[in-house]
């Protein structure tokens, strides 16, 4: 799992091309280093579409649709998290 981000400028780009729970070849984004305060994966870095960026679907059927990410109680009161990602969120 990995984080990619579309400038609000772009959207209008993507927006019929993306869908949720399917899988993408790219090819031309950037890599940031995935940083901050809120975090949505552990995964070090995260993608930026731009202009350039181009996709083709490639469907990987070993890929499950949904995925959770709850802490169990344990972990958190054993303090078994990190306090800068969000934890909790449908996937």
């Known amino acids: 799992m990995i984080?990619?981000?579309?400038?609000?400028?772009?959207l209008g780009l993507w927006k019929g091309k993306l869908v949720e729970g399917h899988t993408y070849i790219?090819?031309?984004?950037?890599i940031l280093k995935n940083q901050g305060l809120f975090r949505?994966?552990?995964?070090?870095?995260?993608?930026?579409?731009?202009?350039?960026?181009?996709?083709?679907?490639q469907p990987i059927s070993s890929?499950?649709?949904?995925?959770?990410?709850?802490?169990?109680?344990?972990?958190?009161?054993?303090?078994?998290f990190s306090v800068d990602l969000v934890y909790g969120r449908y996937i």
């Open 40 to 57: 949505v994966c552990d995964h070090p870095y995260k993608l930026l579409f731009i202009r350039a960026t181009t996709i083709k679907e």
């Open 3 to 10: 984080h990619a981000m579309i400038k609000k400028q772009d």
């Open 63 to 80: 890929i499950p649709l949904n995925i959770y990410n709850f802490k169990t109680i344990e972990d958190i009161v054993n303090g078994n």
């Open 26 to 30: 790219m090819h031309n984004f950037k």
